[in-house]
């Protein structure tokens, strides 16, 4: 189990580490409520100048909600929020709103325009961008530049929302699960064009339940339940605060007691799961042979065995115990 993860490293030895140093989003104590529903509960966050930044967390714990906010698109309920040094509900939040691009996790765009004539409308909305043109080839819509949108595959229409996004030559760059539902290949593309962003000077928010998607694209990640962040840090370091470097999963017909496995030499933790057992370890190669004889030695027959690198979904299991992906 994780302790206290959030408190292990300051905030500017971690800007420092990444190579950061100002800070493009804050916001402290932020509440946002509904009706019964506490939505974010006092949510304390900073996103610094130029990294990618991945909030991360399962169905329902508040991070679309938290972006919309960050964004400038719902009110928030207490709290302050500043983005690029500035907070929402000034004279100045048009001059802001040229400043980000959002891409939200539905983009309805209209169907009959084409690729061109919708990034073009999205152009318009702007006082400074990039060139209609220039935005199609960055996100590798050449050829589909004359069809209409309703026409365009779900990885082609995910590009071309980034597109809309990417138009005004935002600094900063909301992603909300840009990549859900399409498949490998689209996903790279995609990932391309956010790492290009984040190469010219720009600074990425991106809310995701892939992991290799995170651990890929992010700079840092904040794991977010029940409107909180509970865990933050860069990908190795959440990692490697779970003690150890596999996960060792395994289902038997016999009840077995968790303080024989947690007795296992090699093993860190054990969680009890409805399809079976879950074993965090720190070497392998003596906590295997080592289950295999305490089985043995039970008369335990050993249904389903699978072992992986330890990774930022099982961070979150081991704080929450539930999956990312749970609703």
Same mark, same amino acid.
């Given at each position: 189990?994780?302790?206290?993860?959030?408190?292990?490293?300051?905030?500017?030895?971690?800007?420092?580490?990444?190579?950061?140093?100002?800070?493009?989003?804050?916001?402290?104590?932020?509440?946002?409520?509904?009706?019964?529903?506490?939505?974010?509960?006092?949510?304390?966050?900073?996103?610094?100048?130029?990294?990618?930044?991945?909030?991360?967390?399962?169905?329902?714990?508040?991070?679309?909600?938290?972006? !919309?906010?960050?964004?400038? $698109?719902?009110? #928030?309920? *207490?709290?302050?929020?500043?983005?690029?040094?500035? /907070?929402? &509900? %000034?004279?100045?939040?048009?001059?802001?709103?040229?400043?980000?691009?959002?891409?939200?996790?539905?983009?309805?765009?209209?169907?009959?325009?084409?690729?061109?004539?919708?990034?073009?409308?999205?152009?318009?909305?702007?006082?400074?961008?990039?060139?209609?043109?220039?935005?199609?080839?960055?996100?590798?819509?050449?050829?589909?530049?004359?069809?209409?949108?309703?026409?365009?595959?779900?990885?082609?229409?995910?590009?071309?929302?980034?597109?809309?996004?990417?138009?005004?030559?935002?600094?900063?760059?909301?992603?909300?699960?840009?990549?859900?539902?399409?498949?490998?290949?689209?996903?790279?593309?995609?990932?391309?064009?956010?790492?290009?962003?984040?190469?010219?000077?720009?600074?990425?928010?991106?809310?995701?339940?892939?992991? !290799?998607?995170?651990?890929? $694209?992010?700079? #840092?990640? *904040?794991?977010?339940?029940?409107?909180?962040?509970? /865990?933050? &840090? %860069?990908?190795?370091?959440?990692?490697?605060?779970?003690?150890?470097?596999?996960?060792?999963?395994?289902?038997?017909?016999?009840?077995?007691?968790?303080?024989?496995?947690?007795?296992?030499?090699?093993?860190?933790?054990?969680?009890?799961?409805?399809?079976?057992?879950?074993?965090?370890?720190?070497?392998?190669?003596?906590?295997?042979?080592?289950?295999?004889?305490?089985?043995?030695?039970?008369?335990?027959?050993?249904?389903?065995?699978?072992?992986?690198?330890?990774?930022?979904?099982?961070?979150?299991?081991?704080?929450?115990?539930?999956?990312?992906?749970?609703?």
């Amino acid at each position: 189990m994780l302790v206290n993860p959030t408190s292990t490293v300051h905030p500017a030895s971690v800007a420092s580490a990444i190579g950061k140093s100002s800070v493009a989003l804050r916001c402290t104590a932020l509440v946002k409520r509904y009706v019964d529903v506490l939505a974010v509960n006092e949510l304390d966050l900073e996103v610094y100048t130029g990294e990618c930044f991945g909030l991360l967390g399962p169905n329902g714990a508040g991070k679309t909600t938290t972006i !919309e906010i960050l964004e400038g $698109l719902t009110a #928030r309920d *207490g709290g302050t929020v500043e983005v690029l040094g500035q /907070a929402w &509900g %000034t004279t100045g939040d048009q001059a802001l709103r040229e400043r980000i691009g959002v891409q939200l996790q539905e983009t309805q765009l209209a169907d009959k325009l084409t690729v061109k004539e919708t990034v073009r409308l999205f152009r318009s909305f702007y006082r400074r961008g990039r060139e209609v043109d220039e935005v199609i080839r960055m996100v590798e819509l050449d050829e589909k530049r004359g069809a209409r949108v309703g026409k365009l595959s779900g990885g082609q229409k995910q590009r071309l929302a980034v597109a809309c996004a990417l138009v005004g030559n935002p600094d900063l760059l909301f992603l909300d699960e840009p990549t859900t539902g399409l498949d490998p290949q689209a996903r790279l593309k995609l990932w391309d064009i956010v790492e290009r962003f984040q190469a010219s000077g720009g600074t990425v928010i991106l809310t995701t339940h892939y992991m !290799e998607e995170a651990s890929r $694209l992010c700079d #840092r990640v *904040g794991i977010m339940d029940h409107g909180r962040i509970i /865990a933050l &840090g %860069t990908p190795g370091a959440l990692i490697e605060s779970l003690g150890a470097d596999q996960i060792l999963e395994f289902s038997t017909r016999l009840k077995l007691a968790e303080g024989t496995l947690e007795l296992l030499p090699g093993v860190r933790g054990v969680r009890v799961r409805a399809e079976g057992y879950s074993l965090t370890v720190s070497d392998i190669g003596t906590a295997l042979p080592a289950l295999l004889a305490e089985l043995d030695k039970q008369q335990a027959e050993l249904i389903t065995l699978t072992t992986h690198q330890a990774t930022l979904e099982d961070v979150f299991v081991s704080l929450t115990g539930r999956m990312l992906r749970d609703a």
